[in-house]
């Protein structure tokens, strides 16, 4: 069981908080549960309640509920699971849940968009895990192939449509990491993830794909720790548009022509973190990350024809913060962000009455877990 209440003051934004104002509705709530009948079988659960405030309407729903059967093998183990499995990209897609796993209130921005969370988080399908053991390092991979989470808040926050009909969603994903205890962690990620929309593009159907990597590192040395991570992600949306000529729709047959139409791009994203730990339960965060919603066109000068200022295209975000562990169940974490443009928040809140280029973003949440 898990519970979190947590603050935002939004200045010169509308991301989570309406510029100029504190929003309290920032809340998370998880039930779960493990039944294992066999030692090398399990049935896993978790239902998630999240409330974002602008960003994310509050609704429960089912993160993961799979079937999973482990196979020992000499000097680790295999595992299939079947059902909605967690899709385990980079080094928090899959550790989000809780203020615990995560490395702030939020997760870094530029590789981990809060908007786009319903989409990433799992899959629904099967999934081929592998851990194995050398001494202190450790070795793990999976593979998983299924059905995309298309919801309607995502719909909402990436086309600025959830009344959208989504069909034919699949994606794969496949993940490495090699871990040298304590020293390092290194991993890299995969996914190639398909589906379509209608209406897409001006009223019409479409599709939308994208493939995604992303490499890691993690170290520890005495109360240091670093986090890095870069990641690319080469979009492709598709779809037809009506043909205009004179201002006037082209009617063959009866039916208005159209065009194909479409968007081609690479997004770049990556972010440094620095913690440093003050004693047992202090830590202090600081952390830099960048996004470009088109590697090609830094300078956003595709916005600029479209008539938008030129960092709606791009973020870079400077975040401090502390967590204090107040026991083992109770933890406390503040935060506060400089944005540098809206390339990280989703289209219905990029360049919005009220809100500038450079922006702040504070944050506080406090949590509570129960642990069995």
Request: charged share 20%.
């Amino acid at each position: 069981m898990y519970f979190s209440q947590g603050l935002a003051y939004s200045d010169d934004n509308a991301f989570i908080a309406d510029e100029g104002e504190t929003e309290a509705g920032l809340h998370e709530a998880i039930a779960n549960f493990n039944w294992r009948p066999h030692a090398r079988f399990r049935v896993a659960g978790q239902g998630y309640y999240r409330k974002l405030g602008n960003l994310d309407p509050s609704d429960w729903n089912i993160d993961y509920l799979f079937a999973e059967y482990r196979l020992p093998i000499p000097k680790g183990n295999l595992a299939l699971s079947v059902g909605r499995n967690k899709n385990d990209q980079g080094f928090f897609t899959a550790q989000q849940d809780t203020l615990f796993t995560r490395p702030g209130v939020l997760l870094p921005q530029s590789v981990y968009l809060s908007y786009t969370r319903d989409g990433s988080l799992h899959l629904d399908g099967a999934k081929l895990s592998g851990n194995h053991f050398f001494g202190d390092q450790h070795f793990s991979w999976d593979v998983a192939y299924g059905a995309l989470d298309i919801t309607e808040n995502l719909l909402r926050n990436s086309f600025g449509d959830a009344s959208a009909d989504v069909s034919d969603s699949r994606s794969f994903s496949a993940s490495a990491q090699w871990v040298y205890r304590p020293w390092m962690t290194l991993k890299l990620s995969y996914s190639d993830s398909k589906f379509d929309v209608d209406p897409l593009i001006a009223g019409l159907p479409g599709n939308s794909k994208n493939e995604r990597w992303i490499a890691g590192y993690r170290g520890e040395w005495s109360h240091w720790e670093w986090i890095a991570e870069y990641a690319e992600t080469p979009i492709d949306v598709s779809g037809q548009v009506p043909a205009i000529v004179n201002g006037q729709p082209v009617i063959v047959d009866g039916a208005a022509l159209t065009v194909p139409v479409g968007i081609n791009r690479t997004q770049q994203a990556w972010y440094v973190q620095s913690n440093y730990r003050l004693s047992e339960p202090v830590s202090l965060m600081l952390r830099y990350g960048s996004y470009y919603t088109d590697k090609d066109d830094k300078s956003g000068s595709s916005f600029v024809a479209q008539g938008q200022p030129a960092w709606v295209s791009w973020s870079k975000i400077w975040s401090v913060g502390g967590r204090w562990h107040i026991n083992n169940d109770w933890l406390l974490a503040l935060e506060m962000q400089h944005i540098d443009g809206h390339g990280v928040f989703p289209v219905r809140m990029r360049n919005v009455d009220g809100t500038k280029r450079y922006s702040q973003l504070y944050l506080a949440q406090l949590a509570y877990r129960f642990q069995w």
